[in-house]
């Protein structure tokens, strides 16, 4: 199996290159963040054209996640019990099983600042999420796939520069030890390769920060450990985040071979 991991940066707006991008990575599972748009204008038809078949949840200009899988989709959840809001509940969390692999889409809040109430619902998010997992682990579910937008750079390793990153959000050590509680769990995390320069996921629009090589890596992949010991292969498609008009993420893909499915 091949899962991928991308925020967009609304759908729409990145829709001819998700369109062209698809035949090129051939992507078995793909979970898609901030996809900003309905589900009712969701493009489901040109997805399927391709032999995709779709879970979102979105609900307009903010946020958005989904799920698009060509080896099956089954079971689709939107959303966690227990899901805080900010104050209502936002479309940041969709799951849905793919050829026996249970996979989750995360948009992690952003958390703004450290003193903005969206860092401690943040937080609140976080440990919601973490109870939820756990919940599905606790069923059985021991081929799991958390993928996403998770707005924390696990390490000062993950981060282009850590002075520049002092005092602010992704980095701080309750966000971090929120990752970690996910990590005790008994869910790995995948670094992937570089194809050039450090492993980010990111990079501003701004100053040119993708030339510059100023990102971070906050994208991430945890499997649980029957799927981590499959992994073949994990990189980063940096030719994403080239060209007209790209997302400020790119994808990250990670290879399973057969004994996850």
């Known amino acids: 199996m091949r899962l991928a991991t991308w925020n967009v940066n609304s759908l729409a707006a990145r829709l001819p290159r998700l369109l062209a991008w698809l035949p090129e990575a051939h992507p078995d599972v793909l979970c898609l963040q901030e996809t900003k748009i309905p589900d009712a204008a969701f493009p489901r038809a040109e997805l399927e054209s391709l032999g995709y078949r779709v879970a979102s949840h979105g609900g307009g200009r903010w946020n ?55 860092y401690a619902f943040k937080l609140a998010w976080l440990a919601s999420l973490r109870d939820a997992l ?22 000062d390793e993950d981060v282009w520069d850590p002075a520049e990153f002092a005092g602010s959000t992704h980095v701080s ?31 501003d629009y701004r100053a040119g920060a993708f030339h510059k090589g100023m990102g971070m ?23 994403a985040r080239k060209g007209t008009a790209p997302s400020d993420h790119a994808p990250v893909v990670v290879d399973l071979g057969p004994a996850a499915g």
């Open 64 to 118: 958005g996640v989904a799920v698009v899988s060509r080896v099956g989709l089954e079971d689709p959840v939107l959303g966690f019990a227990g899901e805080p809001g900010f104050p209502q509940t936002e479309a940041r969390a969709v799951a849905a099983t793919c050829a026996g692999v249970r996979v989750w889409s995360v948009y992690v809040p952003n958390g703004r600042s450290l003193d903005n109430p969206h």
């Open 217 to 239: 890596r906050i994208d991430l992949t945890l499997l649980s450990p029957a799927l981590a010991a499959a992994v073949r292969d994990a990189y980063v498609d940096r030719d």
């Open 134 to 155: 756990a919940a599905e682990l606790r069923a059985g579910r021991d081929r799991l796939a958390v993928c996403g937008d998770f707005n924390i750079a696990p390490t």
């Open 173 to 203: 050590e309750p966000e971090r030890a929120a990752y970690r509680e996910l990590l005790a769990l008994g869910l790995r995390d995948v670094p992937p390769r570089a194809l050039k320069g450090r492993p980010f996921t990111y990079w």
